[in-house]
């Protein structure tokens, strides 16, 4: 009996020896670190609601650092692009994060894509001296985090104003409503930029509602702003929940044009006629008449079979701007990539990006709007006008 | 006229969670289990029917493809419904409910999860193209109803009437009470027990599934996720109007999605979701049977 007890103790023993040698050789690949690359990581949402975004944000960061590499790499080393899925959920982009710095020993980050997602990790990377620079990320709060922080991409409250311009000079409109999600800090910074701005210029808001993420029912909020008799509806959400309400607020009997922010994306592959009459700002038109824009659009194309969005040029920037700032600085030393940074001021494919005292760039937006296309219920994204800052 | 819309809105999305509700209720009421995964059969059907009608794009009768993603939504729910019960809920039957209630749970997750992960269904949301006839409005006098809506209101009623006929009028419906009464006694019966179990799950699937197609017409962009919140909500109408009754399973959607939707209307759209889980308090604190429910003394 007590033998039995015994031998069990110590079949426990080594079965808990045998599980932890499991666990450390499952570690071990991660300990090795070569030393002729450079390692630079993006976290994206891969799967998820924005998944497009995601996947072609990251194709066009690899395509950045398949090309930089192909000219001779940086500092006499090739760029290793390491990749991670956040899902655009801020918890899985804390994860990731934790894991590209102490798996990968990254340098530099291209991410987070979402708002919400950037504002997670910015903190920490800045603690840890990680250059962060997020393509596409626009509130406002997210270069507040220290000297670390840079973005690609112009700011909420610059979107806000050029869409609240827009529709009060170019359209028209006298009053506005507003359908935003509360529980989304890219949402409700544009709603606010959008209302100081509106209000600002003369118009009057008539009604601003809200709903809470994963919500798809929105006729309750709709039907009020339907009574409320607005010149414009302005939604700033991405283009999955977008789509869900402007197939309902056109049952719900607005007519008006409905207004977005570069979250409406890739909005026409994911809605039909309801969207048609509708404008949205955004990085970049694909169809500019730029040389660097044409060359980007054409090695996209060529590699990755589609049409690159707005965010994809972005990350592509942002790509750039990290292995040009890493030329500069001579090395992989923090503070001199962040000094490097700090002098950027070239122009890229989404614009002539220099940074201002918070590291934000000063660049313009382009406003394009959603036409009926040749194929039915499959809207046609035409170019409309620049905006500059 | 507004509250008359928002009241035609509220009872729109109302009869959405009747028909998830009358699916759940009609689980618990023979089997006496919630099977906390029927929102995940919601999403099952609504998947099933967005390949339906992606098949049907071509085709020259809307009613057909409808009748199709039915047919195909309530066929495969119904086997995956009877393939969860045969795989994790049978051999549970004479464990305390409680397993069973956290197995229902796991099972979910699975289901949630698994979904993620097969190619064809996948993490990204899909856009569900709905036949050219079922888009557009009615509108009478004033106020707006989609057509769609109109769908789901008839839908639910008559799926309503007939399971309520099934269950009265037939051998099996009443072989489905005996079960529900006393499962030893009814084996003492004759009844097989089993057939029955399965029966009823690959019913209540088939309902599931049926009320995912619908769900995807309203509300045309699908996830894997997108039966967690109105599986939660058609619970709630289930324990509202009384679990186990088919009736109070209809009255509690309604009830829900008119509270849903005036809330959001003339409240706040931010307390919403808190008056709805709201309600399930005040039920269980003040009648906890349920509005048609029965209220069952225990003899001692």
Known sequence: ?389 | MVFLQQLVNGISLGSVYSLIAIGYTMVYGIVKLINFAHGDILMIGAFCGYYAFLWAQGSASPVLAVAFAFLLAMAISALVGVIIEKTCYKPLRNAPRINALITAIGVSIVLENGARVIPFMGPNPRQVSIPEAFKGVFALGGLTISKVQVLTLATSLVLMVVLTAFVQLTRTGKAMRAVSHDMDAAQLMGISVNRIVSITFAIGAALGGAAGVLYAMNFPMINPYMGIMPGLKAFIAAVFGGIGSIPGAMIGGLVMGVAETLTKGFISSKLADAVAFGILIVILLVRPSGLLGKSAREKV
Request: aromatic share 8%.
């Open chain 1, 1 to 389: 009996m007590r033998n039995e007890r015994r031998g069990f103790h110590m079949f426990k023993k080594s079965a808990v020896l045998l599980v932890i040698l499991a666990f450390v050789v499952a570690l071990l690949p991660a300990c090795s670190a070569t030393s002729n690359t450079i390692a630079i990581g993006t976290i994206m949402p891969i799967s998820g609601p924005v998944s497009t975004y995601g996947i072609q944000s990251r194709d066009a960061s690899q395509m950045a650092i398949d090309e930089i590499n192909a000219a001779g790499g940086v500092l006499g080393k090739k760029l290793q692009l390491y990749v991670e899925d956040d899902e655009a959920t801020p918890e899985k982009t804390v994860n990731a994060f934790t894991k590209l710095v102490t798996q990968h020993k990254i340098v530099a980050l291209v991410g987070g894509l979402t708002s919400p997602c950037t504002l997670a990790i910015i903190a920490d990377a800045q603690k840890r001296k990680v250059v962060l620079v997020t393509p596409s990320s626009t509130n406002d709060t997210v270069t507040d985090a220290g000297n670390f922080i840079f973005r690609a991409c112009y700011n909420d409250s610059f979107q806000g104003q050029v869409m609240a311009k827009f529709a009060y000079q170019n359209l028209g409109a006298k009053t506005a409503a507003i359908i935003f999600d509360n529980t989304n800090d890219y949402s409700k910074g544009l709603k606010d930029s959008f209302t100081a701005a509106f209000t600002a210029l003369g118009g009057t808001l008539v009604d601003t509602e809200s709903y809470a993420k994963g919500d798809t029912d929105f006729n309750a909020q709709l039907t009020k702003i339907a009574s409320n008799k607005p010149d414009v509806l302005f939604v700033p959400d991405y283009y999955s929940t977008v789509s869900l309400v402007a197939k309902q607020a056109r049952t719900a009997g607005i007519t008006v044009p409905m207004l977005g922010a570069d979250g409406w994306d890739e909005i026409a592959n994911n809605a039909g006629d309801e969207v048609d009459g509708c404008y949205y700002s955004n990085h970049y038109s694909p169809d500019a008449n730029d040389q660097q824009v044409k060359d980007f659009v054409a090695a996209y194309k060529a590699k990755y079979n589609a049409e690159p969005n707005a965010l994809a040029a972005l990350a592509y920037d942002a790509t750039y701007m990290i292995a040009d700032a890493i030329k500069l600085a001579g090395s992989t030393d923090p503070d001199a990539i962040q000094a490097a940074m700090m002098k950027t001021n070239k122009k890229f494919v989404t614009g002539q990006i220099s940074f201002n005292e918070k590291r934000n760039p000063v660049k313009s937006a382009v406003i394009l709007e959603l036409v009926k296309g040749d194929v039915a219920n499959k809207p046609k994204v035409v170019y409309n006008t620049t905006v500059n800052p």
